[in-house]
């Protein structure tokens, strides 16, 4: 098991981890110190105006001050484990709720809307009946929620190991839960058992999973990713650090957009990284300023663009002496008011960014030689 671990955006020197009583340090895990009253902890998030918020069985707590105390924000109707929390990011008080409990008709999904409401049941999926809804993630720029509903039949109760028999589905609402759209990967042999939106661009999911009928020998881990909300899917298995590690949750990182944690089962714990494609086609138009533009590269946040001297470069061979002209900007676009003067002329380079990962300059001896933007 994985405990669940947060650090206070507002406070980053402030540190909570989950398990059967939260821990908190205030100097970034140098030191702990016990906060009393929550219980056995199971996930931690934060929300709008930096409250943060813990869930336990049946019930949800929320911090307003930084984690030293925390208060109870309601019991849900569900008797089971409130196994994630998507705080509102802009709404104080808003919270989504995911809770097991085991096959009951209160299993599932739950919402508040603020302090002087109840907990409220969201619709479940039309997905088959003998599927359970395990997951639920929240997209943060859209809110759009994606659910996944799972069976799993490998038990000797029902049949010998090679008649082991699961099945899934992914379901996206655009309205809160009140609708679902069937929006699930081409499993062919495997099965989805976590799910996560990243926050880097609206839509962005990935579904984490395993292989598990006779068809699929061993049970290798499996991954797919979506940009538009599950409508399209591709198969991002080989990006897995382990490549027959078994998914077991999926936990986006609001800090470094394009940065997902990956937890598995006996292999470790693990952060995945989407790096961003090459620049191709700059386009310079002369003038009194010169301006560059380039089209946007696959999996790009930012760009960073860098400019050096024609002169130097043709007297060293080498692009070292360049310097930095503009770091991390959304743009696809710089322009340039200075004239290179008595140069020969100045160059530009531009690669793509998403954090933390940076791309390439354009060849190996130029990321190694050209520090400018690290």
Same mark, same amino acid.
């Given at each position: 098991?994985f405990?669940?671990?947060?650090?206070?955006?507002?406070?980053?020197?402030?540190?909570?981890?989950?398990?059967?009583i939260?821990?908190?340090?205030?100097?970034?895990?140098?030191?702990?110190?016990?906060?009393v009253?929550?219980?056995?902890?199971?996930?931690?998030?934060?929300?709008a105006g930096?409250?943060?918020?813990?869930?336990?069985?049946?019930?949800?707590?929320?911090s307003?001050d930084?984690?030293?105390?925390?208060?109870?924000y309601?019991?849900?109707?569900?008797?089971?484990?409130?196994?994630?929390?998507?705080?509102?990011?802009?709404?104080?008080g808003?919270?989504?709720?995911?809770?097991?409990?085991?096959?009951?008709?209160?299993?599932?999904?739950?919402?508040?809307?603020?302090?002087?409401?109840?907990?409220?049941?969201l619709?479940?999926?039309?997905?088959?009946?003998?599927?359970r809804?395990?997951?639920?993630?929240?997209?943060?720029?859209t809110?759009?929620?994606?659910?996944?509903?799972?069976?799993?039949?490998?038990?000797?109760s029902?049949?010998?190991?090679?008649?082991?028999h699961f099945?899934?589905h992914?379901?996206?609402?655009s309205?809160g839960?009140?609708?679902?759209?069937?929006?699930?990967?081409?499993?062919?042999c495997?099965?989805a058992?976590?799910?996560?939106y990243?926050?880097?661009?609206?839509?962005?999911?990935?579904?984490?999973?395993?292989?598990?009928?006779?068809?699929c020998?061993?049970?290798?881990?499996?991954?797919?990713?979506?940009?538009?909300?599950?409508?399209?899917?591709?198969?991002?298995?080989?990006?897995?650090?382990?490549p027959?590690?078994?998914?077991?949750?999926?936990?986006?990182?609001?800090?470094?957009p394009g940065?997902?944690?990956?937890?598995?089962?006996?292999?470790g714990?693990?952060?995945?990284?989407?790096?961003?494609?090459?620049?191709?086609?700059?386009?310079?138009?002369p003038?009194?300023?010169?301006?560059?533009?380039?089209?946007?590269a696959?999996?790009?946040?930012a760009?960073?663009v860098? %400019?050096?001297?024609?002169?130097?470069?043709?007297?060293q061979?080498?692009f070292?002496?360049?310097?930095?002209?503009?770091?991390?900007?959304?743009?696809? %676009?710089v322009?340039?008011?200075?004239?290179?003067?008595?140069?020969?002329?100045?160059?530009?380079?531009?690669r793509?960014w998403?954090?933390?990962d940076a791309?390439?300059w354009?060849?190996?001896r130029?990321?190694?030689?050209?520090?400018?933007?690290?």
């Amino acid at each position: 098991a994985f405990l669940p671990l947060l650090s206070d955006r507002t406070m980053p020197d402030v540190v909570l981890l989950g398990g059967d009583i939260i821990q908190r340090s205030t100097d970034r895990g140098e030191s702990w110190s016990e906060v009393v009253g929550t219980g056995r902890t199971y996930t931690l998030a934060q929300g709008a105006g930096g409250a943060l918020y813990a869930s336990g069985i049946s019930n949800v707590f929320r911090s307003t001050d930084h984690g030293e105390t925390f208060s109870l924000y309601g019991l849900l109707p569900c008797p089971g484990v409130i196994v994630r929390v998507f705080p509102d990011p802009d709404t104080p008080g808003e919270v989504y709720a995911s809770c097991e409990a085991d096959g009951s008709d209160l299993d599932g999904f739950y919402h508040r809307v603020d302090d002087a409401s109840d907990w409220v049941q969201l619709t479940d999926p039309p997905a088959p009946a003998e599927e359970r809804s395990t997951r639920l993630s929240r997209d943060p720029f859209t809110g759009h929620l994606a659910v996944v509903t799972m069976i799993d039949t490998d038990n000797a109760s029902i049949g010998p190991p090679d008649e082991r028999h699961f099945s899934s589905h992914v379901w996206v609402s655009s309205d809160g839960g009140a609708a679902w759209a069937d929006r699930t990967p081409p499993f062919e042999c495997a099965v989805a058992q976590s799910m996560a939106y990243l926050p880097d661009q609206a839509g962005h999911l990935l579904v984490g999973g395993f292989s598990s009928d006779a068809t699929c020998p061993g049970i290798p881990g499996r991954l797919w990713e979506s940009f538009d909300d599950g409508v399209h899917w591709r198969d991002a298995t080989a990006n897995l650090a382990v490549p027959h590690a078994f998914p077991g949750g999926l936990y986006e990182d609001p800090r470094l957009p394009g940065a997902i944690f990956l937890s598995t089962y006996y292999n470790g714990f693990y952060r995945w990284v989407v790096s961003p494609g090459p620049v191709e086609g700059l386009a310079w138009q002369p003038g009194s300023k010169s301006r560059l533009d380039w089209p946007s590269a696959e999996n790009a946040t930012a760009y960073d663009v860098a %400019r050096g001297d024609l002169s130097t470069l043709l007297a060293q061979g080498e692009f070292a002496a360049a310097a930095a002209f503009s770091c991390r900007q959304p743009e696809t %676009r710089v322009t340039d008011e200075e004239l290179p003067g008595d140069a020969a002329g100045f160059y530009y380079l531009v690669r793509a960014w998403r954090g933390p990962d940076a791309g390439s300059w354009g060849s190996p001896r130029r990321d190694d030689t050209l520090t400018v933007c690290p």
